[in-house]
């Protein structure tokens, strides 16, 4: 099973999903938005080669960034982790099937991450990251939300709208691969 996951080609799957993240996370990054859409590539590893290799992706992904960019980045490589960890078993339990299904992932997937999110949010940046977010922490907090309860309704907020939108443009592109590139992927048929 391990030779498997990390065949030459699993590996290569693990570079272009990490620069999918990357991509996708420095441009919503450069616009303030309050998403992140920088997990696509960790769900699309997670989905087609399982738990570990989603975790690996987001891993390195956070890692990376942390030094290239982004320092932040790499004190939520944890909330990446579980992001590939929760997207992978989901997927394994045939949760990327149908557009319900896929949808809910993104909720579980939020919910787990919110647990992991919050407390270093909260702890390490007092609630404020340099992401769109932060208006809204720094806004919810203002109206009277001691600072943890402002964090803990942003994450969620905003996880819930990034991580349903991020599954559904996974489960979307998936279900669009040819199907001799699929046929490389036996995890394929829990996407279609």
Known sequence: MAQRQFSSQSLALIVIAV???MIGGQLI???KLPVFLDSIGTL???VLLGPLIGMLTG??????????TDPIAAAFAPVAMVIGLVAGWLAKAGWFRTLPKVILSGVVITLAVTVVAVPIRTALFA???GSGADLLVAWMHSMGQNLVESVALTVLGANLVDKILTAVIVWILLRQLPQRTARHFPAMSAVR
Do not use: K, P, R
Not at 61 to 68: A, F, K
């Open 19 to 21: 620069a999918i993240n």
């Open 29 to 31: 990054s450069m616009l």
């Open 44 to 46: 699309i590893s997670a």
């Open 59 to 68: 891993l390195i992904t956070n890692l990376i960034w942390g030094l290239l």
């Open 127 to 129: 609630g404020v990251t």
